[in-house]
């Protein structure tokens, strides 16, 4: 398969769009998340998505089906919460190498369908490491600022396990993504080169990190430049941004990656700003018009969609971004 980076430099890349939203429109009850297996687990399970990629593998199969179809180059495992710290809330931190190796497995078998049928545009698979709902840099009880909920070392054990089960099950490259907390992603950095020098192999690693609102920062208070300066002692394939906010408001801060970094950029909003409902409104023909603001301004080399986003979304996208040139790059880092 050609390199990733190799491919960058020609074309703007397009990532899949949300795994939760597709989730949806399945509507499983509780008994399709706890399948036959877990029929019996002692705590609730409904809403734990990475749980079905052992429960209802074929429905996370369609899904990665539907984003390649759609033209997506890279498509993401459903490992958003894959991580003992984020499976606490089931019980389930026993099953956490098994979540990520068969996401992966599953992930890596339609990217290969997909790859034979059209040898000119691989598909590729991102190993998804999502923030965890833990912070390293915050105190979660406000009478004491100086109380943390997790340690460093807690999350890069927790990421190690994620890593690894992930490589094994065939991700090739990793995606820390969500990132709230540069802190924790940090420890996932960390705990990615460990393995690297471990199993001495070189994993092409895409960081994106979320600006939480108007103010332009992270959660834990970075602006875009603070943010890109943290991340840029290790060598990584890419920064960006996903979440939290639509294509548009995203703008500005892909300027400052674009004007600052020499890494790959990508992103991947959410299609639009949620309604009253929580639900997400924007067609993929408006999010696509946005859009439009990035690659006329030669911002990105990757990009895709978060919340909200659909396959109809990701062929507008797919569509629009084949008719422009990539964001030059001076040097990917190796």
């Known amino acids: 398969m050609r390199n990733i980076k190799d491919i960058l430099a020609e074309r703007i890349l397009v990532l899949d769009g949300a795994m939760g939203t597709m ?3 399945y509507k499983f009850t509780e008994e399709d998340f706890r399948g036959e297996r877990f029929k019996d687990w002692e705590h609730p399970l409904q809403g734990n998505n990475d749980l079905l990629s052992l429960t209802q593998p074929e429905a996370i199969a369609e899904v990665h089906r539907k984003y390649f179809a759609s033209g997506a180059d890279i498509i993401e495992t459903n490992t958003f919460s894959g991580t003992t710290i984020a499976m606490a809330d089931y019980h389930m931190e026993d099953l956490v190498y098994e979540l990520n190796y068969e996401s992966a497995r599953i992930a890596k078998m339609v990217a290969d369908e997909f790859t034979q049928k059209e040898p000119n545009k691989p598909r590729f698979v991102a190993g998804s ?8 840099s915050m105190s979660p009880d406000v009478n004491d600022p100086g109380y943390r909920a997790v340690s460093f070392e807690e999350l890069r054990a927790a990421y190690k396990q994620q890593a690894e089960a992930l490589l094994d099950g065939g991700s090739d490259l990793l995606l820390v993504e969500t990132i709230f907390d540069t802190l924790n992603a ?10 690297k020098e471990e199993r001495n192999i070189d994993v092409p690693v895409m960081v994106s990190g979320t600006i939480t609102d108007a103010s332009g920062r992270t959660l834990s208070g970075q602006t875009a430049e603070a943010f890109l300066i943290s991340i840029s002692h290790i060598p990584i394939l890419s920064v960006g941004f996903n979440c939290a906010l639509g294509a548009n408001q995203l703008v500005p801060h ?10 790959a950029v990508s992103a991947h909003p959410n299609a639009g700003l949620p309604n009253a409902f929580g639900e997400y409104d924007e067609t993929p023909e408006q999010m696509a018009e946005q859009i439009k603001e990035y690659v006329e301004k030669e911002l990105v080399n990757i990009v895709g969609g978060c919340c909200g ?20 790059l001076s040097n990917v880092s190796n």
């Not at 490491?129 to 390293?136: H, I, L, Q, V």
């Not at 892909?254 to 890494?263: F, G, I, P, R, T």
């Open 23 to 25: 989730l949806q429109r």
């Open 129 to 136: 490491m999502g923030p965890t709902n833990k912070t390293a």
């Open 186 to 195: 940090k420890a996932a950095l960390f705990a990615i080169e460990e393995i």
């Open 254 to 263: 892909l300027e400052v990656l674009a004007n600052k970094s020499d890494y």
């Open 309 to 328: 986003t659909t396959p109809e979304h990701i062929t507008a996208i797919a569509e629009l971004v084949n008719k422009y040139d990539p964001r030059r």
